[in-house]
């Protein structure tokens, strides 16, 4: 996690998100859960964002992120 936490900033994931057009991007810590929570002002309408229901946009975004490229440092003595 502190790998992810230290890439995975708002100002990363607007620039890997700048297609969206996204005026800010926050992002939430979600303590015990190991995960974080990113909110994206702007850029994404409001047609599904506006919904109660299940958010499809929030999964898409969610896919995107999963090929965030996270570097993960070399070890000594490991190859």
């Known amino acids: 996690m502190p790998l992810i936490a230290d890439q995975l ?22 303590p015990g859960l190991h995960a974080v929570n990113f909110l994206l002002t702007g850029g994404l309408g409001t047609s599904g964002a506006a919904s ?13 992120l999963l090929e965030f490229p996270i570097t993960i440092p070399r070890t000594e003595g490991r190859r």
């Open 9 to 30: 900033t708002a100002p990363a994931v607007q620039a890997w998100l700048e297609h969206l057009g996204a005026t800010t991007v926050e992002r939430f810590a979600l």
């Open 52 to 64: 109660t229901r299940i958010d499809p946009q929030g999964k898409a975004l969610a896919q995107q």
